[in-house]
Protein backbone atom coordinates (compact mmCIF):
# COMPACT_ATOMS: atom_id res chain seq x y z
CA UNK A 1 0.00 0.00 0.00
CA UNK A 2 1.33 3.56 -0.93
CA UNK A 3 2.14 6.18 1.40
CA UNK A 4 -0.76 8.71 0.93
CA UNK A 5 -3.11 6.05 1.50
CA UNK A 6 -1.71 4.00 3.99
CA UNK A 7 -1.53 7.68 6.04
CA UNK A 8 -4.97 8.48 5.27
CA UNK A 9 -6.29 5.09 6.97
CA UNK A 10 -4.40 5.76 9.72
CA UNK A 11 -5.69 9.35 10.03
CA UNK A 12 -9.30 8.08 9.66
CA UNK A 13 -8.97 4.97 12.10
CA UNK A 14 -7.47 6.39 14.93
CA UNK A 15 -8.96 10.41 14.07
CA UNK A 16 -5.80 11.78 14.87
CA UNK A 17 -3.12 13.68 12.86
CA UNK A 18 -0.14 13.85 15.60
CA UNK A 19 2.75 11.96 14.87
CA UNK A 20 4.91 10.80 17.76
CA UNK A 21 8.92 11.29 17.00
CA UNK A 22 10.35 8.11 18.32
CA UNK A 23 13.79 9.86 19.55
CA UNK A 24 15.05 8.27 22.73
CA UNK A 25 17.61 9.83 23.91
CA UNK A 26 19.77 7.83 26.92
CA UNK A 27 20.12 10.99 28.88
CA UNK A 28 16.39 11.35 29.04
CA UNK A 29 15.12 7.56 29.36
CA UNK A 30 14.13 5.86 32.82
CA UNK A 31 18.12 4.40 33.35
CA UNK A 32 17.84 0.48 32.86
CA UNK A 33 15.49 0.83 29.72
CA UNK A 34 16.79 0.18 25.93
CA UNK A 35 15.99 2.19 23.10
CA UNK A 36 13.88 -0.94 21.95
CA UNK A 37 12.29 -1.27 25.02
CA UNK A 38 11.89 2.32 25.55
CA UNK A 39 10.14 2.55 21.89
CA UNK A 40 8.02 -0.73 22.29
CA UNK A 41 6.52 0.91 25.68
CA UNK A 42 6.02 3.79 24.17
CA UNK A 43 4.17 2.16 20.60
CA UNK A 44 2.01 0.01 22.66
CA UNK A 45 0.75 3.56 24.57
CA UNK A 46 0.18 5.23 21.51
CA UNK A 47 -0.90 2.99 18.81
CA UNK A 48 -4.57 4.12 18.58
CA UNK A 49 -3.61 7.61 19.09
CA UNK A 50 -1.04 8.38 16.55
CA UNK A 51 -1.41 8.67 12.36
CA UNK A 52 1.97 8.30 11.76
CA UNK A 53 5.01 7.54 13.91
CA UNK A 54 8.23 9.52 13.17
CA UNK A 55 12.07 8.23 14.35
CA UNK A 56 14.81 10.48 13.79
CA UNK A 57 18.00 8.57 12.87
CA UNK A 58 20.23 10.71 14.33
CA UNK A 59 19.61 9.20 18.03
CA UNK A 60 20.15 5.63 16.59
CA UNK A 61 23.27 6.72 15.26
CA UNK A 62 24.40 8.16 18.13
CA UNK A 63 24.49 4.63 19.45
CA UNK A 64 26.20 2.99 16.82
CA UNK A 65 25.80 -0.54 16.12
CA UNK A 66 23.69 -1.10 18.79
CA UNK A 67 21.65 1.73 17.84
CA UNK A 68 21.18 0.86 13.93
CA UNK A 69 19.42 -2.79 15.82
CA UNK A 70 17.56 -0.75 17.76
CA UNK A 71 16.05 1.05 15.14
CA UNK A 72 15.26 -1.93 12.68
CA UNK A 73 13.79 -3.68 16.09
CA UNK A 74 11.53 -0.65 16.12
CA UNK A 75 10.31 -0.49 12.69
CA UNK A 76 9.75 -4.14 13.13
CA UNK A 77 7.29 -3.34 16.57
CA UNK A 78 5.49 -0.53 14.73
CA UNK A 79 1.88 -1.97 13.50
CA UNK A 80 2.24 -2.73 9.83
CA UNK A 81 -1.24 -0.44 9.28
CA UNK A 82 0.62 3.08 11.01
CA UNK A 83 3.08 4.80 8.68
CA UNK A 84 6.43 5.39 9.43
CA UNK A 85 8.80 8.46 8.30
CA UNK A 86 12.60 7.96 8.33
CA UNK A 87 13.63 11.13 9.75
CA UNK A 88 17.11 11.31 8.20
CA UNK A 89 17.19 15.17 6.31
CA UNK A 90 19.49 13.39 4.08
CA UNK A 91 20.72 15.31 1.22
CA UNK A 92 23.40 14.30 -1.65
CA UNK A 93 24.62 14.18 -5.16
CA UNK A 94 22.34 11.74 -7.30
CA UNK A 95 25.13 8.80 -7.55
CA UNK A 96 24.84 8.75 -3.56
CA UNK A 97 21.20 10.32 -2.85
CA UNK A 98 20.20 6.47 -4.58
CA UNK A 99 22.32 4.77 -1.66
CA UNK A 100 20.10 6.90 0.80
CA UNK A 101 16.83 5.88 -0.71
CA UNK A 102 17.91 2.18 -0.62
CA UNK A 103 18.90 2.74 2.91
CA UNK A 104 15.42 4.25 3.98
CA UNK A 105 13.05 2.92 2.09
CA UNK A 106 14.54 -0.56 1.14
CA UNK A 107 16.84 -1.56 3.99
CA UNK A 108 14.96 -0.27 7.01
CA UNK A 109 11.23 -0.09 4.78
CA UNK A 110 10.36 3.18 5.72
CA UNK A 111 7.28 4.88 4.13
CA UNK A 112 8.46 7.97 3.80
CA UNK A 113 11.57 10.03 4.23
CA UNK A 114 12.51 13.68 5.15
CA UNK A 115 15.22 15.00 2.42
CA UNK A 116 17.20 18.25 2.61
CA UNK A 117 16.55 20.44 -0.41
CA UNK A 118 20.25 22.03 -0.46
CA UNK A 119 21.58 20.09 -3.56
CA UNK A 120 18.59 20.44 -6.25
CA UNK A 121 16.61 18.32 -7.90
CA UNK A 122 19.01 15.33 -8.82
CA UNK A 123 19.51 14.80 -5.17
CA UNK A 124 15.68 14.67 -4.24
CA UNK A 125 14.67 12.48 -7.86
CA UNK A 126 16.25 9.42 -6.42
CA UNK A 127 13.28 9.52 -3.49
CA UNK A 128 10.79 10.27 -5.37
CA UNK A 129 11.50 7.60 -8.17
CA UNK A 130 9.88 5.31 -5.17
CA UNK A 131 6.08 6.31 -6.28
CA UNK A 132 4.78 4.06 -3.59
CA UNK A 133 7.05 6.51 -1.14
CA UNK A 134 6.39 9.69 0.36
CA UNK A 135 9.41 12.48 0.80
CA UNK A 136 8.95 15.38 2.89
CA UNK A 137 11.27 18.14 1.71
CA UNK A 138 12.62 20.39 4.21
CA UNK A 139 11.13 24.08 3.85
CA UNK A 140 10.56 26.29 6.88
CA UNK A 141 12.26 24.20 9.57
CA UNK A 142 11.48 25.05 13.49
CA UNK A 143 15.28 25.81 14.60
CA UNK A 144 15.68 29.21 15.47
CA UNK A 145 18.44 29.53 13.16
CA UNK A 146 16.21 28.43 10.37
CA UNK A 147 16.10 32.52 9.12
CA UNK A 148 20.14 32.05 8.36
CA UNK A 149 19.68 31.13 4.86
CA UNK A 150 15.66 30.04 4.49
CA UNK A 151 14.18 33.36 4.83
CA UNK A 152 17.01 35.30 2.85
CA UNK A 153 15.05 37.25 -0.27
CA UNK A 154 15.52 36.20 -3.69
CA UNK A 155 13.25 38.14 -6.33
CA UNK A 156 11.41 39.60 -3.28
CA UNK A 157 10.45 36.19 -1.65
CA UNK A 158 12.29 34.01 1.02
CA UNK A 159 14.64 31.14 0.22
CA UNK A 160 11.73 29.12 1.38
CA UNK A 161 9.16 30.05 -0.74
CA UNK A 162 11.56 28.98 -4.03
CA UNK A 163 11.92 25.55 -2.43
CA UNK A 164 7.89 25.25 -2.27
CA UNK A 165 7.53 26.52 -5.60
CA UNK A 166 10.09 23.76 -6.54
CA UNK A 167 9.01 20.66 -4.77
CA UNK A 168 5.24 21.67 -6.51
CA UNK A 169 7.10 21.21 -9.59
CA UNK A 170 8.99 18.26 -8.86
CA UNK A 171 5.97 16.76 -7.28
CA UNK A 172 5.15 14.54 -10.92
CA UNK A 173 4.29 10.98 -8.77
CA UNK A 174 2.33 13.03 -6.39
CA UNK A 175 4.66 11.90 -3.45
CA UNK A 176 6.10 15.09 -2.24
CA UNK A 177 5.17 16.71 1.02
CA UNK A 178 7.01 19.73 3.09
CA UNK A 179 8.54 19.87 6.88
CA UNK A 180 7.34 23.35 7.77
CA UNK A 181 8.23 24.27 11.51
CA UNK A 182 5.35 24.73 13.88
CA UNK A 183 6.88 27.69 15.48
CA UNK A 184 6.21 30.15 12.43
CA UNK A 185 2.61 30.12 11.73
CA UNK A 186 2.61 32.88 9.68
CA UNK A 187 5.58 30.98 7.36
CA UNK A 188 3.07 27.72 7.45
CA UNK A 189 -0.13 29.60 6.66
CA UNK A 190 1.90 31.21 3.35
CA UNK A 191 3.59 28.02 2.25
CA UNK A 192 -0.42 26.11 2.55
CA UNK A 193 -1.37 29.38 0.58
CA UNK A 194 1.47 28.48 -2.08
CA UNK A 195 0.52 24.77 -2.07
CA UNK A 196 -2.81 24.23 -1.07
CA UNK A 197 -3.06 20.40 -1.74
CA UNK A 198 0.51 19.30 -0.64
CA UNK A 199 0.87 16.98 2.63
CA UNK A 200 3.07 18.94 5.48
CA UNK A 201 4.49 17.29 8.06
CA UNK A 202 4.43 20.25 10.90
CA UNK A 203 7.53 19.43 13.72
CA UNK A 204 7.92 22.17 16.83
CA UNK A 205 4.72 21.44 18.68
CA UNK A 206 5.81 20.65 22.49
CA UNK A 207 9.41 21.26 24.06
CA UNK A 208 10.17 23.76 21.05
CA UNK A 209 6.76 25.79 21.37
CA UNK A 210 4.72 26.36 18.35
CA UNK A 211 1.04 27.80 19.16
CA UNK A 212 -0.86 24.55 18.03
CA UNK A 213 -4.15 26.19 17.33
CA UNK A 214 -2.36 28.53 15.37
CA UNK A 215 -0.92 25.77 13.45
CA UNK A 216 -3.46 23.87 13.18
CA UNK A 217 -6.12 26.37 11.94
CA UNK A 218 -2.85 27.79 9.44
CA UNK A 219 -1.34 24.71 8.05
CA UNK A 220 -4.25 22.28 7.76
CA UNK A 221 -6.00 22.29 4.65
CA UNK A 222 -9.93 22.48 3.99
CA UNK A 223 -10.36 18.59 4.26
CA UNK A 224 -8.75 18.78 7.64
CA UNK A 225 -6.21 15.93 6.80
CA UNK A 226 -3.23 17.00 4.63
CA UNK A 227 -0.93 17.62 7.57
CA UNK A 228 1.09 15.58 9.78
CA UNK A 229 1.53 17.27 13.34
CA UNK A 230 4.86 15.32 15.10
CA UNK A 231 5.31 16.22 18.88
CA UNK A 232 8.87 13.99 20.42
CA UNK A 233 9.81 15.36 23.64
CA UNK A 234 6.46 16.61 25.07
CA UNK A 235 5.36 12.96 24.07
CA UNK A 236 8.47 10.56 25.17
CA UNK A 237 9.81 12.02 27.82
CA UNK A 238 6.28 13.56 29.63
CA UNK A 239 8.02 11.39 32.91
CA UNK A 240 11.29 9.99 32.95
CA UNK A 241 10.52 7.74 35.98
CA UNK A 242 9.61 3.83 35.44
CA UNK A 243 5.34 5.20 34.49
CA UNK A 244 6.65 6.62 31.44
CA UNK A 245 4.60 4.93 29.12
CA UNK A 246 1.30 5.91 30.71
CA UNK A 247 2.25 9.14 30.92
CA UNK A 248 3.39 9.36 26.98
CA UNK A 249 -0.29 7.90 26.54
CA UNK A 250 -2.33 11.17 29.09
CA UNK A 251 0.50 13.47 27.08
CA UNK A 252 -0.79 12.41 23.16
CA UNK A 253 -3.98 11.61 23.94
CA UNK A 254 -4.21 15.41 25.02
CA UNK A 255 -2.19 16.20 22.19
CA UNK A 256 -4.98 14.50 19.70
CA UNK A 257 -7.91 16.02 21.32
CA UNK A 258 -6.04 19.39 21.34
CA UNK A 259 -5.35 19.32 17.23
CA UNK A 260 -8.79 17.65 17.04
CA UNK A 261 -10.62 20.86 18.31
CA UNK A 262 -9.25 23.26 15.89
CA UNK A 263 -9.11 21.32 12.88
CA UNK A 264 -12.31 20.44 10.20
CA UNK A 265 -13.64 17.29 9.85
CA UNK A 266 -12.40 15.64 13.34
CA UNK B 1 45.92 15.58 17.73
CA UNK B 2 42.93 18.16 15.97
CA UNK B 3 42.27 17.64 12.08
CA UNK B 4 44.18 20.63 10.95
CA UNK B 5 47.40 19.28 12.10
CA UNK B 6 46.89 16.09 11.66
CA UNK B 7 45.93 17.12 7.91
CA UNK B 8 49.10 19.76 7.70
CA UNK B 9 51.35 16.64 8.34
CA UNK B 10 49.66 14.03 6.09
CA UNK B 11 49.91 16.61 3.07
CA UNK B 12 53.51 16.97 3.45
CA UNK B 13 54.16 13.38 4.26
CA UNK B 14 52.72 12.05 1.41
CA UNK B 15 53.51 15.16 -0.86
CA UNK B 16 49.89 14.99 -1.27
CA UNK B 17 46.18 16.78 -1.62
CA UNK B 18 44.76 13.64 -2.91
CA UNK B 19 41.68 12.50 -0.45
CA UNK B 20 40.18 8.71 -1.79
CA UNK B 21 36.99 8.84 -1.26
CA UNK B 22 35.64 5.48 0.23
CA UNK B 23 32.44 4.34 -1.46
CA UNK B 24 31.96 1.02 -1.47
CA UNK B 25 29.61 0.27 -4.02
CA UNK B 26 28.54 -3.80 -4.21
CA UNK B 27 27.86 -3.12 -8.01
CA UNK B 28 30.72 -2.02 -8.97
CA UNK B 29 33.43 -4.29 -6.63
CA UNK B 30 34.61 -7.46 -7.74
CA UNK B 31 32.45 -9.97 -6.78
CA UNK B 32 32.83 -11.97 -4.09
CA UNK B 33 34.52 -9.03 -2.16
CA UNK B 34 33.06 -7.91 1.30
CA UNK B 35 32.84 -3.93 1.57
CA UNK B 36 35.62 -4.58 4.74
CA UNK B 37 37.95 -6.26 2.53
CA UNK B 38 37.43 -4.17 -0.83
CA UNK B 39 38.33 -0.84 1.76
CA UNK B 40 41.29 -2.79 2.97
CA UNK B 41 42.65 -3.29 -0.60
CA UNK B 42 42.34 0.36 -1.26
CA UNK B 43 43.53 1.39 2.15
CA UNK B 44 46.88 -0.66 1.05
CA UNK B 45 47.53 0.36 -1.77
CA UNK B 46 47.03 3.82 -1.59
CA UNK B 47 48.18 5.02 2.64
CA UNK B 48 51.41 6.54 1.08
CA UNK B 49 49.54 8.28 -1.57
CA UNK B 50 46.54 10.36 0.44
CA UNK B 51 46.24 13.33 2.42
CA UNK B 52 42.55 12.28 3.68
CA UNK B 53 40.38 9.34 3.14
CA UNK B 54 36.66 10.32 2.96
CA UNK B 55 33.90 7.58 3.35
CA UNK B 56 30.72 8.50 2.41
CA UNK B 57 28.21 7.38 5.12
CA UNK B 58 25.33 6.54 1.89
CA UNK B 59 27.16 3.60 0.75
CA UNK B 60 27.64 1.25 4.08
CA UNK B 61 24.18 2.51 5.38
CA UNK B 62 22.52 1.15 2.17
CA UNK B 63 23.92 -2.03 3.27
CA UNK B 64 22.15 -1.82 6.91
CA UNK B 65 24.20 -3.09 10.23
CA UNK B 66 26.53 -5.17 7.85
CA UNK B 67 27.48 -2.14 6.04
CA UNK B 68 27.77 -0.08 9.77
CA UNK B 69 30.04 -2.92 10.86
CA UNK B 70 32.20 -2.44 7.59
CA UNK B 71 32.31 1.54 8.26
CA UNK B 72 33.74 0.70 11.62
CA UNK B 73 36.57 -2.09 9.88
CA UNK B 74 37.18 0.51 7.55
CA UNK B 75 38.14 3.30 10.02
CA UNK B 76 40.01 1.01 12.29
CA UNK B 77 42.21 -0.14 9.05
CA UNK B 78 43.02 3.53 8.26
CA UNK B 79 46.71 4.67 9.67
CA UNK B 80 45.96 6.75 12.67
CA UNK B 81 48.20 10.04 11.10
CA UNK B 82 45.63 10.08 7.84
CA UNK B 83 42.63 12.25 9.07
CA UNK B 84 39.60 11.00 8.11
CA UNK B 85 36.28 12.94 6.85
CA UNK B 86 33.13 11.46 7.73
CA UNK B 87 31.02 12.40 4.17
CA UNK B 88 27.32 12.62 6.21
CA UNK B 89 26.15 15.98 4.63
CA UNK B 90 24.09 16.16 8.02
CA UNK B 91 21.78 19.03 9.11
CA UNK B 92 19.19 19.19 11.67
CA UNK B 93 17.75 21.77 14.60
CA UNK B 94 20.13 21.48 17.37
CA UNK B 95 19.18 19.09 19.56
CA UNK B 96 19.65 16.67 16.80
CA UNK B 97 22.91 18.13 15.49
CA UNK B 98 24.32 17.15 18.78
CA UNK B 99 23.59 13.38 18.18
CA UNK B 100 24.77 13.06 14.84
CA UNK B 101 28.10 15.11 16.25
CA UNK B 102 28.41 12.30 18.78
CA UNK B 103 27.74 9.78 15.84
CA UNK B 104 30.19 11.13 13.82
CA UNK B 105 33.11 12.22 16.03
CA UNK B 106 32.53 10.21 19.05
CA UNK B 107 31.37 7.00 17.72
CA UNK B 108 32.84 6.33 14.31
CA UNK B 109 35.82 8.75 15.47
CA UNK B 110 36.30 10.33 12.29
CA UNK B 111 38.71 13.67 12.22
CA UNK B 112 36.09 15.77 10.14
CA UNK B 113 32.80 15.73 9.25
CA UNK B 114 30.49 17.44 5.85
CA UNK B 115 27.57 19.23 7.02
CA UNK B 116 24.49 21.11 5.15
CA UNK B 117 23.68 24.27 6.17
CA UNK B 118 20.15 25.01 5.05
CA UNK B 119 19.14 24.73 9.20
CA UNK B 120 21.66 27.55 9.45
CA UNK B 121 23.71 28.21 13.02
CA UNK B 122 22.24 26.59 15.35
CA UNK B 123 22.66 23.21 13.23
CA UNK B 124 26.09 23.48 12.13
CA UNK B 125 27.33 24.36 16.06
CA UNK B 126 27.26 21.05 17.41
CA UNK B 127 29.64 20.33 15.14
CA UNK B 128 31.97 23.30 15.62
CA UNK B 129 32.06 23.41 19.13
CA UNK B 130 34.11 19.91 19.08
CA UNK B 131 37.62 22.46 18.45
CA UNK B 132 39.53 19.72 17.76
CA UNK B 133 37.48 17.96 14.68
CA UNK B 134 37.52 19.41 10.95
CA UNK B 135 33.63 20.55 9.63
CA UNK B 136 32.98 21.21 5.99
CA UNK B 137 30.05 22.94 5.17
CA UNK B 138 28.38 22.36 2.15
CA UNK B 139 28.81 25.27 -0.36
CA UNK B 140 28.85 24.69 -3.80
CA UNK B 141 28.44 21.35 -4.64
CA UNK B 142 29.45 19.11 -7.84
CA UNK B 143 26.23 17.89 -9.21
CA UNK B 144 24.34 19.07 -12.10
CA UNK B 145 21.21 20.60 -9.84
CA UNK B 146 23.48 22.58 -7.75
CA UNK B 147 21.89 25.58 -9.45
CA UNK B 148 18.32 24.70 -8.26
CA UNK B 149 18.81 26.91 -5.07
CA UNK B 150 23.06 27.45 -4.18
CA UNK B 151 22.40 29.96 -7.58
CA UNK B 152 19.63 32.12 -6.97
CA UNK B 153 20.79 35.85 -6.20
CA UNK B 154 20.38 37.50 -3.19
CA UNK B 155 21.08 40.86 -2.79
CA UNK B 156 22.61 40.35 -6.38
CA UNK B 157 24.75 37.69 -4.82
CA UNK B 158 24.30 33.78 -5.35
CA UNK B 159 23.41 32.07 -2.07
CA UNK B 160 26.27 29.77 -1.94
CA UNK B 161 28.46 33.38 -1.55
CA UNK B 162 26.52 34.45 0.99
CA UNK B 163 26.55 30.51 2.99
CA UNK B 164 30.69 31.02 2.34
CA UNK B 165 30.64 34.76 4.15
CA UNK B 166 28.44 33.02 6.83
CA UNK B 167 31.22 29.95 6.71
CA UNK B 168 33.89 32.65 7.47
CA UNK B 169 31.41 34.25 10.68
CA UNK B 170 30.92 31.03 12.47
CA UNK B 171 34.20 30.27 12.14
CA UNK B 172 35.55 31.20 15.75
CA UNK B 173 37.63 28.09 16.54
CA UNK B 174 39.30 27.87 12.83
CA UNK B 175 37.98 24.71 12.32
CA UNK B 176 35.19 24.91 9.57
CA UNK B 177 35.64 24.18 5.33
CA UNK B 178 33.97 24.39 2.71
CA UNK B 179 32.72 21.72 0.03
CA UNK B 180 32.87 22.93 -3.34
CA UNK B 181 32.57 21.30 -6.43
CA UNK B 182 35.48 20.60 -8.68
CA UNK B 183 32.72 21.04 -11.45
CA UNK B 184 32.81 25.12 -11.30
CA UNK B 185 36.17 26.12 -11.71
CA UNK B 186 34.67 29.95 -11.97
CA UNK B 187 32.58 29.43 -8.55
CA UNK B 188 35.42 27.73 -6.54
CA UNK B 189 37.78 30.35 -7.54
CA UNK B 190 35.27 33.19 -6.19
CA UNK B 191 34.93 31.27 -3.19
CA UNK B 192 38.83 31.07 -2.76
CA UNK B 193 38.52 34.67 -3.01
CA UNK B 194 35.94 34.96 -0.59
CA UNK B 195 37.69 32.92 1.84
CA UNK B 196 41.47 32.96 1.25
CA UNK B 197 42.30 30.81 4.13
CA UNK B 198 39.54 28.36 4.79
CA UNK B 199 39.92 24.82 3.43
CA UNK B 200 38.09 23.56 0.82
CA UNK B 201 37.14 20.07 0.18
CA UNK B 202 36.73 19.71 -3.34
CA UNK B 203 34.71 16.48 -5.09
CA UNK B 204 34.38 15.82 -8.61
CA UNK B 205 37.34 15.27 -10.15
CA UNK B 206 37.57 12.24 -12.05
CA UNK B 207 33.91 10.33 -12.70
CA UNK B 208 31.77 13.70 -12.91
CA UNK B 209 34.22 15.67 -15.15
CA UNK B 210 36.07 18.39 -13.35
CA UNK B 211 38.89 19.94 -15.07
CA UNK B 212 41.73 19.33 -12.64
CA UNK B 213 44.26 22.03 -13.78
CA UNK B 214 41.75 24.34 -13.46
CA UNK B 215 40.64 23.05 -10.01
CA UNK B 216 44.50 23.16 -8.47
CA UNK B 217 45.02 25.88 -10.16
CA UNK B 218 41.80 28.41 -8.39
CA UNK B 219 41.13 26.16 -5.86
CA UNK B 220 44.01 26.24 -3.66
CA UNK B 221 45.43 29.05 -2.13
CA UNK B 222 49.15 30.31 -2.33
CA UNK B 223 51.06 28.04 0.77
CA UNK B 224 49.28 25.31 -2.47
CA UNK B 225 48.50 22.96 0.87
CA UNK B 226 45.09 24.46 1.82
CA UNK B 227 42.59 22.30 -0.36
CA UNK B 228 42.02 18.30 -0.85
CA UNK B 229 40.82 17.15 -3.71
CA UNK B 230 38.39 13.69 -3.44
CA UNK B 231 38.18 11.54 -6.23
CA UNK B 232 36.20 8.01 -5.64
CA UNK B 233 35.22 6.23 -8.57
CA UNK B 234 37.93 6.46 -10.96
CA UNK B 235 40.42 5.37 -7.89
CA UNK B 236 38.20 2.83 -6.44
CA UNK B 237 36.82 1.24 -9.78
CA UNK B 238 40.14 1.77 -12.23
CA UNK B 239 39.33 -1.94 -12.58
CA UNK B 240 36.31 -4.06 -11.76
CA UNK B 241 38.48 -7.12 -11.88
CA UNK B 242 40.97 -8.69 -8.98
CA UNK B 243 43.61 -6.31 -10.13
CA UNK B 244 41.59 -3.69 -8.44
CA UNK B 245 43.95 -2.55 -6.19
CA UNK B 246 46.69 -2.15 -8.02
CA UNK B 247 44.46 -0.50 -10.86
CA UNK B 248 43.78 1.78 -7.82
CA UNK B 249 47.34 2.39 -6.88
CA UNK B 250 48.14 3.48 -10.08
CA UNK B 251 44.82 5.79 -10.86
CA UNK B 252 45.92 7.54 -7.26
CA UNK B 253 49.28 7.75 -8.09
CA UNK B 254 48.96 9.70 -11.53
CA UNK B 255 46.34 11.78 -10.03
CA UNK B 256 48.63 12.64 -7.12
CA UNK B 257 51.17 13.14 -9.42
CA UNK B 258 49.13 15.69 -11.99
CA UNK B 259 47.80 17.66 -8.65
CA UNK B 260 51.23 18.36 -7.61
CA UNK B 261 52.46 19.70 -11.65
CA UNK B 262 49.58 22.15 -11.26
CA UNK B 263 50.29 23.26 -7.38
CA UNK B 264 52.60 25.75 -6.25
CA UNK B 265 54.97 24.21 -3.62
CA UNK B 266 54.45 20.58 -4.28
Known amino acids: MNFQTKLRDAIARNN ?12 LMPPGVTMAQFNRAIIDATRDLVCAYKPNLAFYEAAGLEGVRALEETLALIPSDIPTI ?6 DIGNTARE ?9 GFDAA ?14 TSYEDKGVFLLCRTSNPSARDFQDLRVDGRPL ?9 EWNVHGNIGLVVGATYPDELARIRELCPAMCLLVPG ?14 GIDESGTNAIINVSRKVLYASQESDFAGAARAAASALRDEINEHRPGA
Open 16 to 27: SLLCVGLDPNPR
Open 114 to 127: TVSPYLGFDSVEPF
Open 100 to 108: YARALYDHF
Open 205 to 218: IGAQGGDLPAVVRR
Open 86 to 91: GDAKRG
Open 160 to 168: YEHVAEKAR
